[in-house]
């Protein structure tokens, strides 16, 4: 079982950076971290991923401004955002799941989720 908590969101400017943190109980060193997000009207998005072993994969919308971390020893997870758009605005989560996909339904665990608004 793990319980995930994101932090760190709010308005931003474009431009500006993020650092949105995802703090978790349990084993989550051993699950896949996702980060997902979704606007109003619209279905959920894949921002990224970082797996056990460091690896890291990320959508094409966010690659090159956006960097997923992890620290184990804080059993927390971390999404940086630079360069934010005002198309960036939407909740964003952090999951766990067994396997590394882009799919939201190949996570079990989810956050709450935190809203990012960048302004124009």
């Known amino acids: 079982q793990v319980q995930l908590v994101e932090s760190g969101g709010g308005l931003v400017q474009a431009g500006d950076s993020l650092r949105l943190s995802c703090t978790a109980s349990?084993?989550?060193?051993?699950?896949?971290m996702g980060w997902f997000r979704q606007a109003p009207g619209k279905e959920r998005e894949f921002v990224g991923l970082h797996g056990w072993d460091g690896s890291t994969e990320y959508s094409e919308s966010v690659k090159g401004r956006f960097t997923i971390s992890r620290d184990n020893a804080k059993n927390t997870g971390y999404l940086q955002m630079n360069s934010l758009k005002p198309e960036d605005s939407a909740v964003y989560y952090c999951?766990?799941?067994?396997?590394?996909?882009?799919?939201?339904?190949?996570?079990?665990?989810w956050g709450q989720g935190t809203q990012v608004t960048v302004s124009s």
């Open positions: 999951a766990a799941g067994s396997v590394r996909s882009s799919d939201p339904i190949q996570y079990n665990y």
């Open positions: 349990g084993r989550f060193w051993s699950y896949v």
